[in-house]
Nanobody
Framework: QVQLVESGGGLVQPGGSLRLSCAAS????????MTWVRQAPGKGLEWISH????????AYENSVKGRFTMSRDNAKNTLYLDMNSLKPDDTAVYYC????????????????WGQGTQVTVSS
């Protein structure tokens, strides 16, 4: 079955960096666009980035553009999100998603989602 397992979250000070990873299994990872989605406390789901199947093209939500970089290693079935210059507003649970978003709108009832990893940005 499809499994997505995120890791790498934690507590970081403003201005700091983190690297999130998502280990994928149960499907042909190299054939699918992958997405990172976050959910801040008390807020809805927010699409933040996606990357095409080959890793040659990615897109970012405006608030993270220039600070976050999404990448993938298809040989390792792993997705990454490098987050720099972190701000308190980046505090959220971050999800790795396949087939769960359409036109930047994401639905937890669609596709497959990991369990999420908590990122907390605070001094």
């Amino acid at each position: 079955q499809v499994q997505l397992v995120e890791s790498g979250g934690g507590l970081v000070q403003p201005g700091g960096s983190l690297r999130l990873s998502c280990a994928a299994s149960g499907f042909i990872f190299s054939r699918y666009t992958m997405t990172w989605v976050r959910q801040a406390p008390g807020k809805g789901l927010e699409w933040i980035s996606h990357i095409n199947s080959g890793g040659s093209s990615s897109a970012y939500e405006n608030s993270v553009k220039g600070r976050f970089t999404m990448s993938r290693d298809n040989a390792k079935n792993t997705l990454y999100l490098d987050m720099n210059s972190l701000k308190p507003d980046d505090t959220a649970v971050y999800y790795c998603v396949v087939a769960g978003c359409s036109a930047y709108v994401c639905d937890k009832n669609q596709g497959y989602w990991g369990q999420g990893t908590q990122v907390t940005v605070s001094s």
